[in-house]
């Protein structure tokens, strides 16, 4: 969040220079190509920022992610809001995890006879 809040002040910040240092504004091309730039190049670094890790984490982390995503849900007592269990959920993923140890423990048997 500093780095988006930087970010847009430093947009906000050049804008406001310009507007109060250029008289005539509104004929001078550069001023304004500069001012939209800058606006639309803070607005989409911003985007980007909020969505990369949610993103990341759902491509690379999905479990552990997940578990954090529920488990910070229910803390705030959002499970109840929007009306769905996490605690099922989290058991089926418990069950997933325990038969993938499982097998993995049964091929390294194996593979040692």
């Not at 988006?4 to 001023?31: K, M, S």
């Not at 989290?90 to 593979?111: A, D, G, I, K, Y």
């Amino acid at each position: 969040m500093l780095v988006i809040c930087t970010i847009i002040t430093t947009a906000l910040t050049y804008q406001t220079v310009i507007h109060h240092v250029v008289r005539n504004y509104l004929v001078i091309r550069w001023a304004r190509v500069t001012s939209t730039m800058m606006e639309l190049t803070a607005c989409q670094l911003s985007l980007m920022i909020l969505l990369f890790t949610p993103c990341f984490n759902c491509m690379f982390n999905r479990t552990r992610y997940q578990k954090q995503w529920y488990e910070k849900m229910r803390s705030d007592g959002m499970t109840a809001r929007y009306g769905f269990d996490t605690e099922t959920f989290s058991q089926q993923l418990r069950q997933q995890e325990h038969q993938q140890q499982l097998s993995s423990t049964l091929v390294s048997n194996t593979s040692s006879v």
